[in-house]
């Protein structure tokens, strides 16, 4: 069965060829802007006629002139027709009109043509888990190229920039160092603060020094460090390399041959991770300061009685916990910001929302990595 149409110059040809399962559309004549074209519509009573799984074929019958009306038109049809489980075969079409409907097919539909989304709970819910398994996935497979790149190190073929780590280590390193300390120094004031209020009751307030060293030393100071780096190096991290990916620089250095998580991630892991255990030494140190200080000026407790009841009630086993877990939210922080930053998208807003993104989830990450070593070391009953 063969039909024949045309609007104004622009003409198509329609035959259904049952026994083989194909509708053929051959279009012919001048498809240009101005002239007027199908848009779909028209063919439906032949797409609704195809069984599912048929072959529509649109192919050039002899089309003289054609530009985007053309592209609009094929398009259009060629999502009518997959809307109804039919597969559309473009390959007759100009190369150039090929092209542009395959771009066009890349681009995600609008909004106004997508069917509404399910407001129930349970279809939320879903698309929350769907969601959270493309990006476990996605992360994953960042993770597996990181230590990929780390054996790739080790084998003395890694390729970045030993300036890229040196600025790195700076930045993560001694450009931390004010923060970190009045966060710490803060942080160790107000719990001595707590502990005083409780203690003068008793007339024990020499074990404030018990209560900010054990405290700081096994926990707080990794913590507060590990959140304070969350906010700083990490959504750093994230923002620079969005910044790299908005302006393609990424894409180019695959372009030069060069790997994006081994020339920019790599060193940015490694200097973290190096620079976090002596960053949240500093922190201890500045927060056992900050107990003293309550304990000497407020408490009235001799420097010298506070500093030998808190050797008395510290051992190094408090301070090598607080450091392995420095160590473990370097590696966190890092891997974090970088992750965001290499996945963000193609705009000045998705650079912001990446670095959000980064900060939030290394702040999370970072507590649970805290409450799953608190868990395992009070097994282990260490």
């Not at 074929?57 to 054609?66: F, K, L, T």
């Not at 190369?95 to 771009?103: H, I, Q, T, Y």
């Not at 004010?178 to 009751?201: D, W």
Request: negative net charge.
């Amino acid at each position: 069965m063969s039909t024949t149409a045309t609007t104004e110059q622009a003409r198509y040809e329609v035959e259904d060829d049952r026994a083989s399962g194909t509708l053929r559309i051959r279009l012919s004549g001048t498809w240009t802007m101005g002239v007027g074209a199908t848009t779909g519509e028209e063919l439906l009573p032949h797409l609704d006629s195809m069984p599912r799984g048929s072959r529509v074929v649109i192919e050039d019958a002899g089309i003289e002139q054609w530009d985007s009306l053309l592209v609009a038109a094929v398009r259009a049809t060629a999502l009518i027709a997959r809307d109804r489980g039919l597969d559309v075969d473009k390959s007759g079409l100009p190369a150039g009109a090929r092209d542009l409907v395959d771009l066009a097919a890349a681009v995600p539909r609008a909004e106004a043509d997508r069917p509404p989304e399910d407001d129930a709970l349970t279809a939320r819910v879903g698309r929350i888990a769907l969601r959270a398994a493309d990006t476990a996935s996605d992360a994953t497979e960042f993770l597996g190229e990181v230590v990929q790149s780390f054996g790739t190190l080790l084998r003395g073929r890694a390729r970045f920039r030993r300036v890229d780590l040196m600025h790195a280590v700076e930045s993560a390193g001694v450009g931390a160092l004010g923060i970190v300390a009045l966060i710490n120094f803060l942080v160790g004031t107000v719990l001595a603060f707590v502990g005083a209020v409780q203690l003068e009751q008793f007339g024990a307030q020499i074990y404030v020094a018990n209560l900010v060293g054990i405290a700081v030393a096994r926990v707080l100071g990794a913590l507060m460090t590990g959140i304070v780096m969350s906010g700083r190096t990490g959504a750093a991290f994230a923002a620079t390399l969005g910044s790299m990916n908005v302006n393609e620089e990424t894409d180019a250095l695959k372009t030069m041959g060069l790997k994006p998580v081994e020339f920019l991630v790599l060193p940015r892991v490694i200097a973290t991770t190096l620079m976090l255990p002596a960053l949240t030494a500093y922190g201890i140190l500045m927060g056992l300061l900050g107990g003293m200080f309550v304990g000497v000026v407020l408490l009235n407790i001799g420097a010298m009685e506070y500093i030998t009841q808190t050797q008395s009630s510290l051992g190094l086993k408090q301070v090598f916990i607080g450091l392995s877990m420095g160590l473990a939210f370097g590696v966190v922080v890092a891997l974090t910001g970088c992750y965001y930053g290499l996945r963000c998208g193609r705009s000045s807003a998705a650079v912001g929302e990446a670095t959000t993104k980064a900060v939030v989830s290394s702040i999370v990450l970072v507590v649970v990595v805290t409450a799953v070593f608190t868990v395992v070391l009070y097994v282990l009953g260490i």
